[in-house]
């Protein structure tokens, strides 16, 4: 129950496309969504963040749409760039639980040109 | 830019063998944690510790592992009698607050276990 599934596990898409990422979590105690991207060798490092009480949140290029019904939230890449290729982690956290973050497993995510 | 920093960056020990992981978190977060990444797989939690005592962690953080603050700037992990499958990135992390404020990472210490 603690588990957030992420998919796909890898993405390429194509420089100017649209890169979507899915995840959906079981515990509906979960309150605080965020997303990270990782660099290789590099920790990884918040990208954008929600909580449930918004279906969607944008910044920038990065857009989280967030359907509490069905317990699922997924990561959109607008105008993708061959710099945003990296690995790409949803997480989830309850409340109270000092980020004790629960991550997917981990989209790779390539841009070609 | 404050950072949470992390030494060394990469750590090659024997089997058996006591490691102390180091981490410097960001000046003015009170909130600290340990995380690994097993190669290839997803980040874990294994700690988070405030206020100068652990309040969660997880299965994967038995008798083996502890942490210590010993002074104002370290956060430590150490991981007694080290086995082959404690190989991994091993992240550090802070926060100011609890969530949903944001937990920054550091970039982490590659531990071989050979």
């Known amino acids: 129950q603690q588990q957030v599934k992420q998919s796909p596990q890898s993405l390429i898409v194509q420089k100017g496309g649209i890169s979507i990422i899915n995840c959906a979590y079981e515990?509906?105690?979960?309150?605080?969504f965020p997303w990270y991207q990782q660099f290789p060798g590099k920790g990884p490092a918040l990208l954008i963040a929600?909580?449930?009480?918004?279906s969607e949140k944008k910044e920038g290029r990065f857009t989280i749409s967030f359907n509490k019904s069905a317990k699922q939230f997924s990561l959109h890449i607008m105008d993708s760039q061959p710099g945003d290729s990296a690995t790409y982690f949803c997480?989830?956290?309850?409340?109270?639980?000092?980020?004790?973050?629960?991550f997917g497993t981990g989209t790779r995510l390539q841009v070609t040109l | 830019e404050p950072e949470v920093t992390q030494t060394p960056s990469h750590q090659v020990t024997q089997m058996g063998q006591e490691v102390i992981l180091r981490c410097v978190p960001i000046?003015?977060?009170?909130?600290f944690y340990w995380y690994r990444q097993i190669l290839g797989q997803k980040v874990e939690f294994l700690v988070s510790f405030y206020n100068n005592e652990i309040s969660e962690k997880s299965e994967i953080f038995d008798d083996q592992f502890s942490v210590e603050r010993p002074d104002g700037s370290n956060f430590t992990l150490k991981i007694r009698s080290t086995k082959l499958e404690d190989s991994a990135m091993y992240f550090c992390?802070?926060?100011?607050?609890?969530?949903?404020?944001?937990?920054?990472f550091g970039q982490g210490t590659r531990l071989t276990v050979v």
């Open positions: 929600i909580r449930p009480d918004v």
């Open positions: 992390a802070s926060s100011r607050d609890l969530p949903p404020t944001e937990a920054f």
């Open positions: 000046s003015n977060h009170l909130y």
């Open positions: 515990n509906t105690a979960f309150d605080y």
């Open positions: 997480a989830a956290s309850r409340p109270g639980t000092a980020s004790k973050l629960t």
